[in-house]
């Protein structure tokens, strides 16, 4: 249990990676300025020390503009009001920015790993402890655990301020939240708490967490943890990677609530008016809803889907949300959107041939033939029209 909803979180993490920077006109303006700002020091017509504080007066009056802290990673990503210039020089700011989100991601990779490693350590050690401590119950170090992951999160929360505190706050929901899922899986033998209990606790638990921080990153556990009482999760055993539903009958329920959540986020997206509080779950919604709602349709699109009746019926709701990702991603500028439903759109495409009714071997080996020479020649065009097919495809 501890070890799928891990991996789980682990995946759509690494999914996300760093697109979730905002590109506004307001954004590219200060990284314009700060640019300038540091291209006086570099000519020495200012010095280094007063290149900074100019630029740390100009985040701080772009943060006060847009009523939240903007860092390197946003302006870095910003993009012009109009078709930037060819040239490749890479600024300071974006040199900055690049080792900023280089650090921040091995820090986070380091967090799950180390928290992981702790977990199967500290098991361990209990085991070890109820031989030579007998007077004290397991009980009481697994609840210590626990309450070491929130005492860390509140000591991150009163003392520390910005990165420091998002990454201490990191940790601490690490350790409670698996130390939960550690405590679930050693008393699991009772069955006092089911799978989507436990995953319910650390959805809310971790969507406080998100707001408390305003970490985009716990926010996106949070919604994997949400995705996992639906009945979605992610298995790893050496070797190999499980991804899917627990049976055929929570396959509807996931991808509707994963689609009524990504239409939420899209249609504030559309409408331009996003409460400010929820952005750090726009990522998740985004990533991990869109992910699970574009596989729910792509299953119950197929033929071996419960059985063959209605099998026309169940073609149009992946036909019609694959082009609509596809319009509203780029009308809309949502390339998450855009790219998701894009993708799945043409793995649905790629599935459908091997759908058609054969009677022996040698039909399913003339529809391979013919799939597999679409696919050769379609690759070729698209390696000749990388620009158009890009912002489609995340393998692109």
């Known amino acids: 249990m501890l070890v799928r909803i891990l991996s789980l979180l682990t995946l759509f993490w690494l999914m996300a990676g760093t697109a979730f920077a905002q590109q506004s006109v307001d954004l590219y303006v200060t990284r314009m300025q700060i640019d300038a700002v540091y291209g006086l020091a570099e000519n020495g017509n200012i010095t280094l020390a007063q290149a900074k504080t100019g630029a740390d007066h100009i985040l701080e009056q772009a943060g006060a503009n847009l009523g ?153 556990f949070s919604i994997a943890a949400l995705m996992s009482v639906l009945g979605f999760s992610a298995y790893m055993v050496p070797g190999l990677i499980m991804i899917g539903f627990e049976d055929e009958d929570t396959v509807p329920r996931a991808t509707l609530a994963s689609f009524l959540i990504l239409g939420t986020f899209v249609g504030f997206q559309i409408l331009g008016e996003s409460p400010p509080f929820i952005s750090v779950f726009r ?31 169940r073609q149009i709701p992946a036909v019609v949300l694959g082009i609509a990702a596809i319009f509203l991603g780029s009308i809309f500028n949502v390339p998450e959107l855009q790219k998701m439903g894009g993708t799945f759109f043409v793995l649905y495409l790629m599935e459908k041939p091997f759908e058609i009714p054969a009677e022996n071997k040698t039909a399913y080996a003339l529809i391979a033939l013919a799939v597999c020479t679409v696919i050769y020649f379609s690759g070729m065009w698209v390696k000749a029209n990388v620009d158009i097919v890009s912002p489609y495809l995340f393998f692109v």
């Open 68 to 220: 939240r802290t903007v860092t390197l990673v946003e302006l870095a990503n910003a993009q012009p009001p109009m078709p930037a210039s060819t040239s490749t020089e890479i600024t300071w700011l974006q040199r900055a920015a690049g080792f900023v989100t280089f650090a921040n991601t091995m820090m986070a990779l380091a967090a799950i790993i180390g928290v992981c490693a702790f977990l199967f350590l500290f098991g361990r050690a209990i085991a070890w402890m109820v031989f030579v401590i007998v007077a004290i119950p397991p009980e009481f170090y697994e609840g210590l655990l626990i309450l070491s992951g929130i005492g860390l999160s509140a000591f991150a929360f009163l003392s520390l301020e910005g990165g420091n505190a998002s990454a201490i706050g990191l940790v601490g929901a690490l350790l409670y939240g698996g130390g939960a899922l550690w405590v679930w899986a050693r008393h699991d033998k009772n069955k006092k708490l089911s799978v989507s209990g436990i995953s319910l606790i650390l959805a809310a638990a971790w969507g406080a967490h998100a707001l408390l921080f305003q970490s985009s990153l716990v926010g996106t």
């Open 283 to 313: 990522p998740g919604a985004l990533y991990v809803c869109g992910f699970v709602g574009y596989l729910g349709v792509l299953i119950t699109g197929s033929r071996w889907y419960y059985s063959n009746a209605n099998y026309l019926l």
